[in-house]
């Protein structure tokens, strides 16, 4: 009866302590969902493709943070973390790795727009150059 009781304690603790290890996660949002977030509140709209990337086209607002450059986290560093932040790249793959570091860096809401720029375009929605 004594083992049973133990066992019931020892797994409580350790669900209890696996809880408060979650981490944060970025959620992926279509274009539609990201045009009403942008609409509903302040965000930050992140495009983390290359300057030249960038210079094709780009999401209205958006704001040029290269991933590949060395300057990357510092930039990113300089954003407001209460702010949500909306990131994007060409596919989705540069987007989900910054939505990584971001999570490790505190940030408290990280928007990914599925399928990047180029399921933007496929949609044909809104470019600025």
Same mark, same amino acid.
């Given at each position: 009866?004594?083992?049973?009781?133990?066992?019931?304690?020892?797994?409580?603790?350790?669900? @209890?302590?696996?809880?408060?290890?979650?981490?944060?996660?970025?959620?992926?949002?279509?274009?539609?969902?990201?045009?009403?977030?942008?609409?509903?509140?302040?965000?930050?709209? #992140?495009?983390?493709?290359?300057?030249?990337? @960038?210079?094709?086209?780009?999401?209205?607002?958006?704001?040029?943070?290269? @991933?590949?450059?060395?300057?990357?986290?510092?930039?990113?560093?300089?954003?407001?973390?209460?702010?949500?932040? #909306?990131?994007?790249?060409?596919?989705?793959?540069?987007?989900?790795?910054?939505?990584?570091?971001?999570?490790?860096?505190?940030f408290t809401l990280i928007y990914d727009l599925k399928g990047g720029i180029n399921l933007w375009?496929?949609?044909?929605?809104?470019?600025?150059?």
């Amino acid at each position: 009866m004594k083992n049973i009781f133990l066992i019931a304690i020892l797994c409580c603790g350790i669900l @209890f302590n696996c809880t408060k290890l979650k981490t944060k996660t970025s959620v992926l949002i279509s274009a539609e969902q990201m045009l009403e977030l942008v609409k509903l509140e302040e965000v930050q709209l #992140i495009d983390v493709r290359t300057p030249a990337e @960038f210079a094709e086209g780009y999401i209205e607002n958006a704001k040029n943070i290269d @991933f590949y450059s060395p300057n990357f986290d510092l930039r990113i560093d300089a954003l407001d973390k209460s702010i949500p932040v #909306i990131l994007y790249c060409k596919s989705g793959q540069r987007s989900a790795k910054c939505a990584s570091k971001l999570n490790l860096k505190g940030f408290t809401l990280i928007y990914d727009l599925k399928g990047g720029i180029n399921l933007w375009r496929f949609e044909e929605r809104q470019i600025y150059n």
